[in-house]
Nanobody
Framework: QVQLVESGGGLVQPGGSLRLSCVAS????????VGWFRQAPGKQRELLGY???????NYTDSVKGRFTISRDNAKNSVYLQMNTLKPEDTGVYYC?????????????????WGQGTQVTVSS
């Protein structure tokens, strides 16, 4: 059993930075890939990027070069460092984990969605 809790959101001006945290409970966290998602007002939740169990990362084009995902298994945590924030980055940010499975999993054991953390980018 792994549960994730997001924190670190807030109000920031365009061009500013925020660091979000995703803290896990459970002893199996190190076996999970973890993705960061964003849900903008009136839009579907979208995948921003993810970090694998081995520490490899991938990002969607809209955040590539601005956002960085990292993990610290000793602290049961994953982080999202967001730089050069834009108004379009406004939304609720979520993290979600999936246990590693070669070739991908079926989603049956993915973590439940938490409450997320609100990020507002506005001048």
């Amino acid at each position: 059993q792994v549960q994730l809790v997001e924190s670190g959101g807030g109000l920031v001006q365009p061009g500013g930075s925020l660091r979000l945290s995703c803290v896990a409970s459970g002893s199996l966290f190190r076996f999970y890939n973890v993705g960061w998602f964003r849900q903008a007002p009136g839009k579907q939740r979208e995948l921003l990027g993810y970090v694998t169990t081995g520490g490899s990362t991938n990002y969607t084009d809209s955040v590539k070069g601005r956002f960085t995902i990292s993990r610290d298994n000793a602290k049961n945590s994953v982080y999202l460092q967001m730089n050069t924030l834009k108004p379009e980055d406004t939304g609720v940010y979520y993290c979600s984990g999936a246990p590693y499975s070669p070739g991908g999993g079926d989603g049956a054991h993915d973590t439940d969605w938490g409450q997320g953390t609100q990020v507002t980018v506005s001048s």
